[in-house]
């Protein structure tokens, strides 16, 4: 375990709130980016989205003892998500057991158990704990003489008992307790990169043609703070669309709330509304004040991060020179260089090109060494980046456009500059099909340290303006990669089809000579 008991029932593999930063590092994590024995952010990224869905169908006993569990499982390290709807699924419960004149609280489950052994149940001691509801008697048939329907009558009887018990602990105040109490251990680089990406996905969704330029947490079943609003796979709901409460237009900060105060009563404390365009302004400069905050704490991982999403947006606000400049200080955070974009090609002492290489004259074969001093995601982020800034920007000098896609062609190549013996000519990837890239390392568990949509994007474009370029060679390896990431991680059928013709063509091309030596 990552740490021991301490005031929790069990270890914790996840460590407590004090190991969270908001996000990913681009560098290896050990437990969570170690998926040999068993995927903790798989687990975590699932266990939040059932939250939700337990939420919108108003499950509220399952939804409170899901939530206990994971807190207690994480050490309460994901608390500021996981409280909110902690809290107000208890409220529900009171109000309902209320509602249908059940036993008092008391009297429930676990205040039997607090009776009975002398143990005073909380949330941080819940596993384990064997709970018993009232053992009274149902009603029989014999007490509902007179009903022209019997079964019906005892069934619903059965009902209305069920809604009067509970089986979960439902004491509100010693959850906003042990909330506060954790908060108040949490860094605040944190919650501003949490928030700031929690008004991205907000924003995101009243703007489906921002979703293109960069990774966004969706809020349909979003695993952000405070649990904004989702939908579910259901006539309700529409698929592929994010439906939301209707209601008066809600106040966001660009800084994160203090939630010392919060009792999560109403419904508004943990549903979040959409933000319209109008408030593109703050979702800008909450993500400029966080990244001041993570310049401050040195979590150079995050603000890489946060100026790639900050770029994105600048460009869906027409931006372009502001995206610019972003963009191009990711770049320098992830290379520790100045002016990486124009100075690269000096990067270290570049190791030998394979022997067959045909990287065009004055570039060499900085794949390994990328790999070696920015590691998988930071090669993939800065990968994406020099893509977007080609695409994007570099829009009319081809010169530098051509620069920046052999730059984002020779990060995408480090990924196969692994411990895998992938071929390290090019040629060789005319006939070569990449079936594994990194084995006990899922790449795209994080959106925002490696989205999928946007490498697929972003080799998509490389590998076109490349073969127009007549840099036709240099593109089997991306091809390669490409094929890999439609196929195992995308499943996409159509786009497998696609890189197999293409493959094809390629194949053709070589004995023709069509490429460059």
């Known amino acids: 375990p990552v740490e021991e008991k301490g005031d929790f029932s069990i270890p914790s593999c996840y460590g407590n709130i004090k190991n969270e930063n908001g996000g990913s590092s681009l560098i290896f994590e050990d437990p969570l980016d170690d998926v040999n024995v068993v995927d903790l952010k798989w687990i975590r990224d699932f266990v939040l989205k059932s939250l939700e869905v337990l939420y919108q169908v108003e499950k509220w006993e399952t939804l409170v003892s899901l939530a206990i569990q994971f807190n207690i499982v994480s050490h309460e390290r994901y608390t500021e998500q996981v409280t909110p709807l902690l809290v107000y699924a208890q409220r529900q419960l009171l109000l309902r057991i209320q509602a249908f004149n059940g036993p008092d609280v008391a009297q429930q489950a676990c205040g039997r158990y607090e009776t009975d052994n002398r143990e005073k149940i909380t949330c941080r001691n819940f596993i384990g704990k064997q709970l018993t509801i009232d053992p009274a008697s149902p009603k029989s048939l014999a007490d509902l003489e007179g009903s022209s329907d019997l079964l019906k ?10 809604k009067e018990l509970v089986c979960v602990p439902v004491d509100v105040t010693d959850s906003l307790r042990c909330f506060r109490e954790t908060m108040e251990k949490c860094k605040y680089h944190n919650r501003s990169v949490r928030h700031s990406r929690k008004l991205l996905s907000l924003h995101s969704s009243a703007s489906p043609s921002l979703s293109p330029l960069c990774p ?5 079943f979003s695993p952000t703070p405070l649990g904004e609003r989702g939908g579910i796979n259901n006539a309700q709901f529409s698929s592929g669309r994010v439906e939301f409460c209707l209601g008066t237009e809600e106040m966001h900060m660009s800084i994160p709330p203090d939630l010392s105060q919060e009792n999560f009563r109403v419904f508004s ?5 959409k933000l319209p365009y109008s408030q593109l302004g703050l979702v800008i400069s909450s993500f400029h004040q966080t990244i001041d905050v993570l310049q401050a704490s040195n979590q150079r991982s995050l603000k890489v991060q946060s100026l790639h999403s900050l770029g994105s947006l600048l460009i869906f606000a027409d931006k372009k ?6 963009w191009c200080q990711a770049l320098d955070d992830v290379f520790r260089k100045p002016d990486v974009l124009h100075t690269w090609k000096e990067f270290g002492t570049s190791l030998p090109s394979a022997t067959n290489s045909s990287l065009p004259p004055g570039f060499k074969d900085y794949s390994e060494e990328f790999l070696s001093k920015l590691g998988i995601w930071g090669c993939l982020q800065a990968a994406v980046i020099a893509a977007k800034i080609a695409q994007f920007i570099k829009t009319t000098n081809v010169k530098k456009r051509i620069n920046a896609c052999i730059l984002s062609a020779l990060l995408f190549q480090s990924l196969l500059r692994t411990t895998l013996p992938h071929p390290k000519a090019e040629r060789s990837f005319a006939q070569y099909e990449v079936t594994q890239l990194l084995p006990g390392i899922e790449l795209f568990t994080d959106k925002f340290r490696a989205d999928i949509c946007s490498a697929v994007a972003s080799l998509y474009y490389i590998i076109r303006e490349l073969h127009y370029a007549k840099y036709n060679l240099i593109v089997l390896p991306l091809l390669a990669l490409y094929q890999y990431f439609v196929t195992v991680i995308c499943q996409d059928i159509v786009r497998n089809l696609e890189a197999r013709i293409l493959k094809v063509c390629y194949r053709l091309l070589i004995p023709l000579t069509f490429f460059l030596f």
């Open 321 to 326: 020179r502001a995206a610019f400049k972003c």
């Open 216 to 220: 966004l947490n969706s809020p349909r």
């Open 153 to 162: 009558t005892l069934i619903l009887s059965e009902q209305r008992r069920a």
């Open 269 to 273: 404390s943990v549903e979040k509304s």
